[in-house]
C-alpha cells in the first residue's frame, strides 16, 4: 500500500493541475481560427522529432516561416519587420520603431507627448535597453541592459487574486512581494530633485572547468550588491535578482503559440521519469483580469507583448499607460519625493504613453523578424544537430511549433516556427539560481530561453552575453552553466568527443 500511495498522489495533483489549465489557457488577447482535425494530424506529423541527420528538414532555413527575413551581416538584422507583412502594415511599424526610440523627458516639458520621465527609472527608452532590439548590453560595455529584480518573502496569507489562485493550485510555497520601499527592481536613475534608489555593483570569480580532449572553459560566478541606497537600507531579507534586456526578435509568433501545445509539454511532476519536469508559469493578466500562462520576461512573468511593454515603461522608464496608470511608475509611498514630482500625465493623453502609442509600440515589437538560418547544409551543422537531439537538449529547447490560424494578424497566422524553446520553467540547478521565488516559479526556476538568432548575437550586440544575467560570455560557457534539469545533458556536453562538442557550438551558431 505505501508503494501505491505516491502514485495516487501524483495522479490527484495530476488531474488538479489539467482542471485547473483549463482557466490559464485561455489565449483573450487572440483572434483564434480553431483548428480543423485535419490541420491537427498534419501539425503532428510536421512538428515530430527528426529521425535523418543527414540533411536539413524541410523548412528548416524558415525559422519564422513566411515571416522569416534574409539574414543581414550590419547589425541591423534583428530590426527587420516580419517577412510577410503587408505593405499598407509597414507604416504602424516604423511609427512603433519611432517610440521604441523616443527619448523620455521629465516633466514639466514643452514636449508634451515625450514628458513624464521616471521620477526613477533605469533608462530613457525602450532601445537603449534593448540595443539595436537584440540584447541588453553589459555595464562593463558601458550599457544599461542590465538591472536588478527586488523584493523580500512574503508573510501572512495570500493578499491578490493571483496569490489565491496560485496557492489553490500549488498549496502553501514560499512566495515573494515587492520590496516595501524600493518596490520591484532597482532604479539607478532618477530626475532632478529626487533621488536615485543606488547602484548595483557586480564582480566575477572566475573558475576553470575542465572539459574532455583537453579542452577547459572559464566560468564567472557573479557577485551582486547595492551601493548608495537612496531610501535606506534594504534590509538581511532583500533577495535580489539580475536580468539582462532579452533579444525582441520573433515575440509575435511565441505569443501565437496554443497554450495547449505548450501546455500538453508540461510533465511538473516527471511522470515519463526523464528527469525533465517543465511547469508553466501562471499570471494574473492586468488587462483581462483573469489567470492566463506567462510567456515574457526570463521567467514567464506577463502574458502578453502588450503587457510586457506596459510593466516596462512603468518600471524601467517610469512612463504611465492604461494597464500601469501610476504617473509615478514603479516608486513607492515611502519615496514621497517621487510620488509628489511632477509626471507627465493628466493631458489629452490621459497616461504618459496612451493606448494608441502602447498598441504601436506592441505591434513593433510583435513583428521584429526572425533571420534566416545559415549553413544549414555544412556537414559539421547537420552533425551537431544530431548531438543537440541525442544530448537532450531538445527535450527543454523544443525545435518546433506551428502558431494558431488568426484573424487580422496574417504575419503570425498558421506559420511552422522553430523557437528552439519549450516556453516553460525548469529547474536549472544551483549555479544559476537567484534564490527569489516570482508567481510559479520558484528561486531554481527559469523559462526556456529561445535560441533562434543566438549565432548572430555578437554581429548585433557587439559582445556576447547570455544566460538572465549575461555571466556567460560565449556559447559554450552558457550550456555549461546549466544544471538542475540539464545536469545531465551537461555533463555530456563536458564529456562528449571534442569533435562532437565543436559540432554542437557549430549548429548553436547557426540559429
Known sequence: MRSVTPVILLICAAVATQAASSEYAAEPHLPIVPRTAEEAARIDAVTAPPTDFSAPETFEENPAGAATVRARTTADAFSQSSGNIPFERELDFKVGNGLFKKLWVSSPSSTKASDGLGPVYNARSCQRCH???GRGKMPEDDGAGLFLRLSVPQSGPADSEIDRYLEALDGDVPRAMPHPVYGAQLQDHAVQGVPAEGQMTVRYEPREVALSGGDSVTLHDPVYGVEAPGYGP??????????????????????????ADILANADPYDADGDGISGRAQIVWSHEFDRPMLGRFGWKAGNPTIREQAASAFAGDIGISSPLFTDGFGECTARQDACVTAPHGDGDARETEIDAEGLDLVTFYSRNL???????????????????????????????????HRLEDQPEQ??????????????DMGDGLADNRPELRATGREWRTAPLWGLGMTRQVSGAEHYLHDGRARSILEAVMWHGGEAEAAKTRVAEMPKPDRDALIRYLESL
Open 131 to 133: 540595443v539595436k532590439d
Open 234 to 259: 534594504l534590509g538581511d531579507t532583500t533577495m535580489i535578482s539580475p536580468r539582462l534586456a532579452p533579444q525582441m526578435i520573433g515575440l509575435g509568433l511565441l505569443e501565437a503559440i496554443p497554450a
Open 369 to 403: 523578424a526572425v533571420p534566416a538560418r545559415r549553413d544549414i547544409d555544412a556537414p559539421e551543422v547537420l552533425r551537431g544537430k544530431q548531438v543537440f537531439h541525442e544530448t537532450g537538449c531538445a527535450s527543454c529547447h523544443t525545435p518546433k511549433f506551428v502558431t
Open 413 to 426: 497566422s498558421f506559420q511552422l516556427i522553430w523557437p528552439m524553446t519549450d516556453m516553460l520553467l525548469h
